[in-house]
């Protein structure tokens, strides 16, 4: 069950929700429920031997423990609980990185990854390369790849598991192959895939696995993980340091999992609806929600593709695209593109650069504020697929 209203404006009015890359909406029922019960009567984990402690501590065992299953890790003490993906990024990009080592990120990349690494390159000296993609198909370049690597050592590779402005899934396990062969540890951003495409350390060749739990999860927003694989923790130092709960005779920052990675008072609300959304996932099964999700966009894409004048950025490969379509109307700003979808047609989705810039400048769009994206979810219905079609072909009719 879900709540059956659309995502609401300040207006009150109900509206087709198409922007479910940058949060999910609705939520599962049984998220909202485990929100609102520890609000009423949840208390803090790990600092107390009172019954409503050790509850709370139970729920972030629940929570971790259903995660692990979802992401394939064998040990639930391997899955950190962070505030998002932005901070399981920044944790290991800035707990890893030292002065002379060469980082390789691509052009597809986040600001959530390029700005620490710039900051890093600015302030640390590191040496980062980028790696760039092909605009028809949206892969990044493994031959590019193979001859950075081979260009002198790496220390780590960055993969985005999905572009979040062209929704192409990336061949990571190939990608991350190539860098292992050549010594360098991988983080991938699996900030579009997680929940409803697979994705375990083993199936993409990571070190370090980094997502949201607000987006393919369904959990709330304020919550994300951090997979390590076994014994790369070593390798990290903490973002942030102290109260654990544990150890606490210890000045020293605790060494083991995943309190290491856990200082302060956890986010119980956020892990308490986390831990109902991950059950929910997979009660219905990560599969099945793959399934679904692919169907949807399939569909959407080839519809958008028939209409004159259109300029697609998203790469026309039924079954390897994650929800998400961005398109040009030649003509218009993007962000008016987008207000009219929405006072127009009640389409509230996003337009601009996607925090993602470097995608924009390889394709050509920033000059026209980047473009007007469309990404679908769990809950889209045929309805709302059907309408935003009918919308988007009506606007780029009186754009010609």
Not at 246 to 254: D, F, H, I, V
Not at 284 to 298: F, G, I, Q, S, Y
Request: charged share 20%; aromatic share 4%.
């Amino acid at each position: 069950m879900v709540v059956s209203c659309g995502c609401r404006g300040s207006d009150g009015e109900a509206g087709m929700y198409f922007d479910n890359a940058a949060t999910s909406f609705p939520r599962p029922e049984s998220v909202i429920r485990a929100v609102e019960g520890w609000l009423r009567s949840g208390c803090a984990a790990g600092r107390g031997g009172h019954a409503g402690a050790v509850d709370a501590a139970q729920l972030v065992q629940r929570c971790r423990s259903s995660l692990a299953a979802i992401l394939g890790v064998s040990s639930p003490r391997q899955v950190v609980l962070t505030s998002g993906c932005t901070e399981s990024l920044n944790t290991v990009l800035l707990g890893l990185l030292s002065a002379g080592d060469r980082v390789i990120a691509s052009e597809l990349d986040h600001n959530s990854v390029l700005r620490p690494l710039v900051w890093l390159e600015r302030t640390r000296g590191i040496h980062l390369d980028l790696l760039g993609f092909d605009a028809g198909t949206g892969l990044l370049d493994a031959v590019q790849l193979e001859q950075q690597l081979d260009a002198g050592a790496v220390r780590l590779v960055v993969l985005t598991h999905a572009s979040n402005v062209t929704g192409r899934v990336q061949r990571v396990s190939e990608l991350a192959a190539l860098a292992a062969s050549r010594g360098a540890l991988v983080l991938v951003d699996a900030a579009q895939t997680a929940g409803h495409w697979p994705c375990s350390l083993d199936v993409l060749g990571a070190d370090f696995l980094a997502l949201p739990g607000h987006k393919g999860l369904c959990g709330p927003l304020g919550t994300g993980v951090l997979v390590f694989r076994e014994g790369r923790e070593d390798l990290v130092s903490p973002l942030k340091f102290g109260g654990t709960g544990t150890e606490s005779e210890l000045l020293a920052q605790p060494e083991r999992m995943p309190e290491k990675f856990e200082s302060g008072n956890l986010n119980m609300p956020g892990i308490a609806g986390l831990g109902a959304a991950a059950d929910w996932v997979l009660e219905r099964t990560p599969e099945l929600l793959r399934a679904n999700l692919v169907a949807k966009t399939d569909w959407l894409l080839a519809e958008l593709g028939r209409i004159s004048g259109l300029r697609l950025l998203t790469p026309s490969v039924p079954g390897e695209i994650c929800g998400i379509v961005s398109f040009v109307v030649p003509g218009l700003d993007a962000h008016e593109a987008a207000m009219v979808l929405e006072q127009a047609f009640g389409i509230r989705c996003r337009a601009g650069l996607h925090c993602a810039p470097l995608v924009h400048r390889a394709l050509g769009t920033e000059s026209a504020g980047g473009a007007v994206r469309l990404s679908v979810g769990e809950f889209t219905t045929e309805s709302e697929l059907a309408q935003a079609v009918s919308a988007v072909g009506e606007l780029a009719m009186v754009a010609r």
